[in-house]
Structure formats: structure tokens, C-alpha cells
């Protein structure tokens, strides 16, 4: 059946009975799917039943559905004319992971971050009522983003705007990791049932007549008035968030039963006013390894959907930056007991389990509050402790006032570790970790740093941990390379690491300037045949802030010239700047490789450094344009 469904409009009349085998295949295409290409598969599986519904009483794209964050869009993409398409999903040149406006009317924003819906969806709304436009908005969420701040300032204006905006929350206890706070607690204790709402509409309905029947004196006597009003149904009524910032609240529902979402959204959609329909799911539904243990498959690569099992842990000289990050955490929380984790909702994915499990009353996981986290470790540090705050490239950028106004103002000394940093294959443009350096570098006070491999990663968190003020080290998502000897050299601030080849003097050879995470590209681009007759040294930026630029113009004027091959992009970074330096003191003999002003897209680590230009093949013809030059 799926495979007929072109449109939304394809599914406004089937049966009871059609819909659950509808659901049943929605299902079974995501899993083999993804357990294929991987991608986000427990929180699109628990959105089945709730896509259904809101495809079947609402008309996109004249109606707007959005989705928070959206890595519960598949049902939806596969409800909009992208069946034949799907398998491509997280492919090159396929289908994206999130909503995407380059895929489909049906998709209103390219989405991949937290809490940003019902601010959106507002803005929408907005724009189609000063348009005259018909049609409805509705923000679909999950509980998780209420743990982002800017969710509660686009609920508090919509309360007070009073647009008849339509918010769906949907409820299953988790984002990525277990949802952790207070606001997961309160939603776990809203027990709202139909006749409770029947109940609480009459209500207001009875207090709104009372205070349209008493009359004006005034400010003083409005205010009084205003504030009766909110007593008398305080009164009456059962506590409710959602309520007291203006909405109408219907639920929890079962997210899982189509036919009564159905009719409650059908209800919902003639309402005038803002409503908020709290609907509970199960995340992972239909698929019992996913069920079982939905943080395990919320963003997984490839798995087997016979059993959910997945490869083999990768060897130990096959270990990744982030594995290495959490070992070295571990370590040094157990010689150090002022040393606290903290993460936004990213636990795993920061290598911070094992810290977790073993120092759990110094480990903080905030929510998905990337802000609160940044201010949350000055606070910290200023109270003698030494904050280790982890959160992906990608999400700091939420962050970047914090990072200037509460932690480098203030000379706090805490250590940022940014996973992801650079190219991230998979999750596509909203994903890339390709601004921090240039957010960051202009910013007084800070030091940033870039690890070469496992080792150098420990030698340069050592060195965070003792040194003044604030600290960004910057690991990709990426296997660490074999290990060298320079590697585990001692720090000295402002220098990097020096990788020398055998022959020729430094004046008949030429220097390959890389970010630590591009030295496995840089490494295989020097070891090409075609190239390898130009010798070449490589010179790895451990620090990019700061840089000691004396000793590095005296260092590349010794060589016949310099390529810079840099992780981030063009504007702003750090190749862009040494290039200027060295032309300030008449060396001209450059090149630089860094990612241009545009968003990359999805695609694995290979495809879009070549895409960048920074494949092996492409810096070893960069190096020989160089020597051509």
C-alpha cells in the first residue's frame, strides 16, 4: 500500500483498517532503511500513528506542519511523494535525515536543532495572517525540547499573541538520552482526561462572561480584574503550564491510537486559540530491540534488523576521538575531584557514559540547553571547580554570547570540548562543524586547540586543565590516527607539531599546514607517488589560538612554500589569517584549502572533503599547483 501514496491526499480515505497496515509498512521501510544507511530511527518509529493523523485532518502544504528538530520526519517524508526516493536516505545526493525546503513544499524549514518550532511556526503563522492566508500551523515537538530554553520564549509569545497556533508535544520521556530536569517530571504528572478539559472549558468560559459584565474604572481596577480572573480559575482548576501561558491544553493521548487523534485534532483544528495536544508515545515502537532500548537506536549507523545488533566495537587502534575523550575523562576525574562532565543532552555522544556511571554526583546533563550549560560551567568555575563542558561543534554556536560574556569576560576557567568538530558525515548542512574556529578565534581571551590523535588529545587536555581561562579543544568524528612520537610531545603554547620527511634540505621542500583532524587526508596526500618527489614536511596547528606567529613565519620562509589545509571554514579561520601574515612579511608562495562559503551537504567524511577539495587526491594536486606555480 505505501508505495501508492504519492500526496498526503492519497491517505484521506482509507479505512480503519488500511491505516494500520499503512502504519505497519510506514514501519517496516523506516527499519530496513535504516538499519541500511543508518539515521534516526526509535524517534520516527514512535511518530507513526501521530504523522497519519495529522496528514489525514490537516492539508499540506496549504496547512504548515513543522517539525522540531525533525529527526521524526520519515513517516512524513514517506506521506509526501519521497517513497521511491527513501532508499537514497543520508545517501550523497539523496533524501536528508531532517526536514529539508529543498526536498519539498511539504518541508517549511531545513531543521536539525532543538526547540525551534513553535518560534518558527509562530512566525509563519503570523506572516499567512498579515497575508490574508488560510490555513493552519502546527509545531510538532517532543518533550525533549522543552528542555530548550528558546521553546519557552516562543510559548510565552504565542500565549500572548493569542494566535490560534497548533502545538503537538509529544511525550515519550526522552530526546536522545533520558529526558533529565524538572519540566520532564511535571509532563510525566499532567494526567489531563477529556472530561477534566470539558470541565475547564466551561469554566472559563463562565469567568470570561463574569468579567465582561463588570466594568472598566481604569488601569488599577483592570488589573484587579485581570488578576480575579486568574484566581477564580486557579481555583477551580488543576495547576497547568500550558494553560497559564495561554493555551488551550488537551490530553496526555494515546499517540499510538490514530482514530482518536484523529478526532481530537479534527476538534483542534476549529479552535481560535492557541491549544497545545499533549500526546504520549513510545519511542522505537513496533521494532523490540528499539523499544527495549531507544537511547541505543536514536542515531545509530548501519545495524542488523534481524536482531539490532551491531558491528563489532572497532579494535583498539581503530579507536575514535570520542572513545579516546571518554577514557581520558575517566582518568583524570579519578586523580582530580574538582574535575566535573557536563553535557546537553549528549551524553553518549560525547563519550561520557563510562563518567556518568562512575561520578555521578559530578556529572551534569542539563538538557537540551546548550546556553544554560556554557553560563551553568562559569558558575562552576568561579566556585573553584574545573568544568569540562561537551557539546558538538554544531550545537556551541547556540552558545556563543555565553562563551563571550559569561565565561572569557569573566576569565573562567573552563575546558570546552567540541565533538564533531569539522566534517560530519550523515546528518548534512545543519550538522557541520565547519564555524567554530571562526566564531571563536576573535574572541579575547580564549584558547583553542587541535588534537592530532589519542595521544596528543590527552598531552593537550592535560594542559587545559592547569593552564588560565577558557579552553576549546576541537575532536572530529573520526578514527584516531596511528600514533607517532611526536604526537605526545610537550605542550608549548602558540607551537604546533612538526612532522619532518627524510631528504632534501627545508629550502627544497614544501610545508603542509593542517588542523589536527585533516593530518590522516594530509598524511595520505604526502605519501602519493605523484607527489612524493616534491618531499614535503607537514606542520600540525595543535594550537590555533593562540599562535605564536613569530616562530611560525621564521618556520615556512624557510620552505619553497606552504599549503594550508584547514577544517572549517575559509572566513574567518586560521589558514585565511597565516596566509595574510606571511604575505604581510613578503611571502607569497601559498595556498590555501578550507571549505568555502556555503552549507555542505549529507554524504559520508570521503565524499565531502572531496566535494571541499581536500580529498588526499585533491591536496596532493593542490601541493603539486603549488610547486607549478
Known amino acids: 500500500m505505501l508505495e501508492t501514496i504519492n500526496s498526503p491526499s492519497d491517505i484521506k480515505n482509507l479505512s480503519q483498517s488500511e491505516l494500520k497496515q499503512l502504519a505497519a509498512e510506514i514501519r517496516q521501510k523506516i527499519i530496513t532503511t535504516v538499519g541500511h544507511n543508518g539515521g534516526h530511527l526509535a524517534s520516527n518509529l ?9 496528514h489525514r485532518v490537516f492539508d499540506s502544504p496549504n496547512d504548515a506542519i513543522i517539525f522540531d528538530v ?40 531545513t531543521s536539525g536543532h532543538s526547540s525551534t518550532s513553535i518560534s518558527a511556526a509562530l512566525g509563519l503563522l503570523t506572516s499567512w495572517n498579515l497575508e490574508k492566508k488560510d490555513g493552519k500551523v502546527i509545531a510538532v515537538l517532543g518533550d525533549g525540547a522543552l528542555t530548550g530554553g528558546m521553546a519557552f520564549e516562543g510559548l510565552s509569545n504565542a500565549g500572548q499573541m493569542r494566535k490560534n497556533l497548533i502545538v503537538i508535544l509529544n511525550d515519550n520521556q ?88 484523529e478526532n481530537v485534532l479534527r476538534k483542534v483544528r476549529n479552535l481560535s486559540r492557541p491549544v497545545v495536544v499533549h500526546v504520549v508515545t513510545k519511542k522505537g515502537k513496533g521494532y523490540e530491540p528499539a523499544e527495549t532500548t531507544p537511547e541505543n537506536f536514536h542515531g545509530v549507523g548501519p545495524f542488523n534488523v534481524e536482531d539490532g545488533t551491531f558491528e563489532t566495537a572497532a579494535a583498539s587502534d581503530s579507536m575514535t576521538f570520542t572513545q579516546a575523550f571518554g577514557n581520558i575523562m575517566v582518568d583524570a576525574a579519578s586523580k582530580d575531584n574538582k574535575i566535573t562532565a557536563i553535557t546537553a543532552a549528549m551524553a553518549q555522544g560525547t563519550g561520557l557514559t563510562e563518567f556518568s556511571k562512575k561520578y555521578r554526583e559530578r ?27 561537551c557539546i558538538y561543534s554544531t550545537f556551541i554556536q547556540r ?53 592530532v590523535s589519542a595521544a596528543d588529545l590527552k598531552v593537550c587536555f592535560d594542559y587545559a586543565l592547569v593552564t588560565d581561562g577558557a579552553v576549546v579543544i576541537r575532536i572530529p568524528k573520526a578514527v584516531c590516527p596511528a600514533e607517532l612520537p611526536e604526537f605526545s610531545q610537550k605542550v608549548h603554547e602558540g607551537k604546533g607539531i612538526l612532522l619532518q620527511s627524510e631528504g632534501k634540505a627545508q629550502r627544497n621542500k614544501y610545508l603542509i599546514v593542517t588542523t ?40 615556512a620562509s624557510q620552505y619553497k612554500g606552504v599549503l594550508f589545509v584547514e577544517d572549517g571554514v575559509v ?58 606555480a
Open 174 to 261: 526522552m530526546s536522545i538520552d533520558h529526558n533529565t530536569g524538572a519540566v520532564s517530571r511535571y509532563l510525566s504528572r499532567l494526567t489531563m482526561s477529556r472530561g477534566y478539559q470539558s470541565f475547564r472549558y466551561r469554566v472559563d468560559k463562565v469567568v470570561e462572561r463574569m468579567v465582561e459584565k463588570m466594568p472598566s474604572f481604569g488601569r488599577s481596577i483592570d488589573k484587579f480584574i485581570f488578576r480575579f480572573k486568574r484566581s477564580l480559575k486557579g481555583l477551580l482548576l488543576a495547576n497547568n503550564l500550558f494553560t497559564d501561558l495561554g493555551f488551550e491544553y488537551v490530553g496526555p493521548l494515546n499517540g499510538h491510537n490514530e482514530k482518536a487523534l
Open 46 to 54: 514512535g511518530v507513526v500513528e501521530l504523522t497519519i493523523a495529522l
Open 363 to 389: 556529572f551534569f546533563d542539563v538538557g537540551i540547553a546548550e546556553e544554560h550549560a556554557v553560563t551553568f560551567a562559569g558558575g562552576q568555575a568561579k566556585g573553584g571547580l574545573v568544568p569540562v563542558v
Open 571 to 628: 572566513t574567518g579561520g586560521i589558514g585565511e589569517y597565516l596566509c595574510g601574515e606571511l604575505a604581510r612579511h613578503k611571502y607569497l608562495h601559498t595556498k590555501l584549502l578550507a571549505f568555502e562559503d556555503k552549507f555542505y551537504s549529507h554524504a559520508n567524511r570521503a565524499q565531502i572533503l572531496e566535494d571541499a577539495g581536500m580529498s588526499p587526491a585533491k591536496i596532493a594536486r593542490a601541493l603539486k599547483e603549488l610547486a607549478n
Open 516 to 555: 589536527g583532524s585533516m593530518y590522516s587526508e594530509v598524511s595520505a596526500a604526502v605519501k602519493d607517488s605523484t607527489v612524493s618527489k616534491l618531499k614535503a614536511d607537514i606542520y600540525i596547528l595543535r594550537f590555533i589560538k593562540p599562535f605564536n606567529e613569530e616562530y611560525f613565519i621564521d618556520l
Open 70 to 109: 525533525s529527526h521524526q520526519c520519515y513517516a512524513h517524508k514517506l506521506l509526501t511523494g519521497r517513497y521511491r526516493e527513501f532508499e537514497t536516505l543520508r545517501q550523497k545526493n539523496g533524501l536528508s535525515g531532517f526536514t529539508n525546503t529543498d526536498e519539498s513544499d511539504h518541508d517549511f524549514f
Open 399 to 451: 552558545a556563543v554570547d555565553q562563551m563571550i560574556h559569561d565565561i572569557t569576560l569573566q576569565k573562567a576557567h573552563c575546558v570546552f570540548v567540541l565533538d564533531r568538530a569539522g566534517v560530519v558525515p550523515g546528518d548534512g548542512v545543519t550538522h557541520q562543524g565547519l564555524f567554530d574556529i571562526a566564531l571563536f578565534r576573535p574572541v579575547p581571551g580564549i584558547k583553542i586547540m587541535s588534537p
